[in-house]
């Protein structure tokens, strides 16, 4: 059987876990890689195997040696990159969010259904071992309705002032609560009808991001579940990980607690205090498989394209977490309810 033929768009953090999994997978082959920064491109192209690098996307996607592409350029780029790939019949696997306006994700998801090839968005929390296990315990009905609930996925100011050049051209909404609504819509099996959102402004701007600090939103399902939602970048860089990640249900008949923000297992104070690594997103494998959540939602993308598995998200699912996380912008920018039909 020939092999599916990959491109990897954006050689940052994610996209070197993109290119890993395609180059360990025995049904892939990474044919390119493509960065703006061609240092870049042609240093991932030598770590992983790739055939080609590229700095024009274009270009790769214009390719008759390649089948389909995975993006994973900043929040905010997605748009184009998708639509010319769609629009050349390509097999899409996007990073989330899938665009930042309502009227860009409209657009993919029409180009979506009328390309031959297939749109997948990696929300990976859905492969997440915690966060499944809370789905199956909500839908088997363990604690009842889900009555309320809490959501926090925050960082501290590592993310947004070190670690994301382009920081100031999103927000920790868009980086976190993408995932955060997705990990709820999924949890739940509902829809957000309703939100309601505040946002404060100066932590970040003072060091020279201009973006919000944070935004802390409630979510109205349509079925009664009300969630209170929190996307910080401020939290202090002495927390042990980077990232702060909790999600609790209160239900007709029980509670459900889940923290999915490390793997507290494996713990090690060294200079600056105690860190905790990760074990559970990333796990070392064999030289012909991967392991983790993190690789694992990667991997489902060819399972739909190799086997027609099902997406673990469509394009339907992006714009739904895009029309959500807009709605939560609009209520911060007037300060009202905000209804999503």
Known sequence: M?????????AGLWGGNHAHTFNVLPETELVGVCDLDEGRALKMKETYGATRAFTDYQKLISSDQIDAISVATPDFTHTPIILAALKADKHVLSEKPLATTVSEAEEIAAAAAISK???????????????????????????????????????????????????????????????????????????????????????????????????????????GTVVTMENSWILSRDNPSLVDFKVEFVGEKGQIQADPTHSGGLRRIVDGGLKYNDYIGITPTGATRIGGFVLESIARFVDSVVRDAPLLADAQDGLANTKILAAIEESVATGKAVNIG
């Open 117 to 223: 090839g297939k749109l997948m968005i990696d929300f990976h929390n859905r492969v997440n071992p915690i966060l499944a296990q809370v789905r199956d315990m909500i839908q088997d009905g363990q604690i009842g309705l889900a009555k309320h609930g809490t959501a926090r996925l925050s960082n501290t100011t590592f993310v947004p002032f070190e670690m994301l050049s382009w920081a100031a051209k999103s927000s920790a909404l868009w980086f976190l609560g993408s995932h955060l609504v997705d990990v709820l819509r999924f949890i739940l099996a509902d829809e957000v009808v309703r939100v309601y959102s505040v946002a404060r402004s100066g932590t970040l701007s003072a060091g020279g991001v201009d973006t919000k600090d944070f935004h802390a939103s409630i979510l109205e399902f349509s079925k």
């Open 2 to 10: 020939s092999r599916l033929r990959m491109g990897v768009i954006g």
